[in-house]
């Protein structure tokens, strides 16, 4: 439960700090002194957005930070999966700065906004008119079946199951698709596939091909200059060799007269071994050099080939063939595996289908066994609340399986005898939908372990004696919860086990929001406005004094 709340440097409050009792808390004053901003400032600590432009002073941030004591709600287990310290007395804390940055933690450990939330979700609930409205809507109204009949447990397995299923089934579609482009594509890929196998293309072949054809091409031209060349090395009556051969000799008379002479005479030896080696090679060269037209014409056909394959695909080398070919192949092999995935896909499908259609029949069956008793509860607590002729209808259907089962649910009110029941906007009245709403989380409050609960004005279009009835009711859900309640009735508000006010202060300079613990005298006071107005009889003063009293 809630044990302080501080608000600081947020819309009209300048610093704000509350304790609220364990029991029923009651919060009264005039309207736009700032009880709503409170709640926005609760919202906040909950994880809703912020917006800098809510800063009393825009040059200061603002913080909100409350401190739950949830030692008795087995929240251990959650704050372990959150990785988060847990503590029996629990702070969390919300800053937003001037430039809008927002920053939460919990047990001083920074946390994202999705963890505050969720965290949130375990310590308060707080009921608006905006909740009320939403209990004309079928989702609302089965998440609401869902809490009276306890289905944690099988709300998570389905939507486990259910979550399963549907990315089977996309897996599934997206396979489908697949497969189906791939068969449109399979016998062209299929052609061209075999088209490149044929060809037996090799790595490196065109450049290999092309030089060889080129050789062939111009043989004659060839075997002529290389014969021409081998005359000046080697053969012609004033050949290189002859005349490097004398030229050595020459030198190697001279070596008696000085060293240098000696390296010279070495190092044209070198080159006379080198151009023997090289005379040698272009006589191979020379002999192995004959034109060959039928290889000529076989190379051309064979780059012709190439050629054809390369403008066909629009590529420029052998090799981007060769990838392209592996590329066939992998399309072509993949229709195969698209078949077997697409079988194995399906398997998986329909296990999940089933194991959907399984846990969906066991919500709804788990949903369907509570109606009757749903429906005498409430009758049962709108009689008391002034409603003997209320009726309460839960009409149900089936469907497809959906993100929350089987069942479609629109649950059917009727205020007066005789009158048929219709769905909640056309049946109900503000005070019927109030009183309707109260009773609904009435019941829900016994079947969960939320600390703290906040009403904001749920006693709305109600007065009199039902008001003091809501009260008692109230006061019974305090003993299991703490009840936070803004009211602006005065039978309400004698029921609190504690009482706030709030109030405006004008300053020189500016309106600030404030709030205060009233003691019994003031309590008295303020009733009697609430029942009189500002300036409240003697009469108005002793029905304060009894509705207090009635409560004692």
Not at 249 to 270: F, V
Not at 289 to 316: G, M, N, S
Not at 324 to 330: D, G, I, P, V
Not at 436 to 458: G, H, N, Q, R, S
Request: proline share 3%; charged share 25%.
């Amino acid at each position: 439960m809630l044990v302080d709340l501080k608000i600081k440097n947020y819309a009209l409050i300048e610093q704000l700090e509350l304790q609220p009792s364990p029991l029923l808390n009651i919060i009264t004053g005039e309207t736009g002194a700032g009880k709503s901003i409170m709640l926005g400032a609760i919202g906040l600590l909950l994880g809703n957005r912020a917006d800098s432009k809510l800063l009393f002073n825009q040059g200061e941030k603002c913080v909100i930070e409350g401190a739950f004591n949830i030692s008795e709600y087995q929240l251990e287990p959650f704050f372990a999966e959150e990785d988060l310290d847990f503590e029996p007395v629990s702070l969390l804390r919300r800053e937003i700065t001037p430039a809008g940055k927002s920053r939460a933690f919990v047990n001083d450990t920074p946390v994202t906004l999705d963890q505050l939330r969720r965290i949130g979700e375990h310590l308060m609930d707080i009921h608006s008119q905006h909740d009320t409205l939403l209990l004309g809507d079928p989702a609302y109204q089965l998440n609401i079946l869902d809490l009276y009949a306890q289905n944690d447990a099988l709300r998570t397995q389905y939507g486990s199951a259910y979550r399963a299923f549907k990315k089977l089934e996309r897996e599934y579609r997206d396979l489908e698709n697949q497969l189906a482009q791939s068969q449109k594509e399979l016998d062209y890929n299929t052609y061209l596939l075999h088209e490149l196998a044929e060809a037996n293309l090799q790595a490196g072949e065109q450049e290999s091909h092309e030089a060889e054809l080129k050789q062939l091409e111009h043989a004659e031209e060839i075997k002529l200059k290389l014969t021409h060349a081998l005359q000046y090395l080697s053969e012609s009556e004033y050949n290189a060799a002859t005349a490097l051969k004398d030229a050595a000799l020459l030198l190697g008379q001279l070596t008696e007269y000085g060293a240098d002479y000696q390296n010279l005479k070495d190092r044209l030896d070198s080159c006379l071994i080198e151009l023997n080696d090289i005379a040698g090679e272009v006589e191979d060269a020379e002999r192995r050099t004959e034109a060959d037209p039928q290889r000529a014409e076989q190379l051309q056909e064979r780059l012709d080939l190439i050629y054809t394959l390369q403008r066909k695909h629009q590529v420029r080398t052998n090799e981007e063939l060769l990838a392209l070919q592996a590329e066939l192949e992998t399309k072509v092999g993949s229709v195969h595996n698209l078949d077997v995935a697409l079988e194995k896909t399906k398997k998986a499908l329909d296990a999940a289908s089933a194991e959907v259609e399984t846990v969906a029949e066991q919500l709804s069956q788990s949903r369907t066994a509570v109606f009757a008793t749903f429906q005498e509860e409430l009758h049962s607590l709108l009689t008391e609340l002034g409603m003997p002729n209320a009726r309460v209808v839960v009409e149900h259907k089936t469907a497809a399986p959906g993100p929350t089962g089987i069942d479609v649910v629109n649950i059917l009110f009727s205020a007066n005898k005789g009158a048929a029941p219709q769905t909640l906007s056309k049946a109900a009245s503000g005070g019927e939908f109030s009183r309707l709403m109260l009773c609904v989380k009435y019941l829900l409050a016994d079947k969960t372990a939320l600390p703290t609960i906040i009403f904001d004005e749920i006693d709305t279009g109600i007065s009199g004696e039902i008001a003091v009835k809501v009260g008692k009711m109230m006061q019974q859900m305090a003993q299991k919860h703490q009840l936070i309640c803004i009211s602006h009735l005065p039978q309400m508000a004698a029921q609190g086990d504690t009482h706030y006010f709030v109030y405006k202060e004008d300053r020189t300079d500016r309106t600030i929001s404030r709030i205060r613990q009233l003691s019994h005298e003031e309590r008295v006071q303020e009733i009697a406005q609430m029942i009189a107005g500002a300036n409240p009889s003697e009469n108005a003063f002793q029905s304060a004094k009894e509705l207090l009293a009635l409560n004692a």
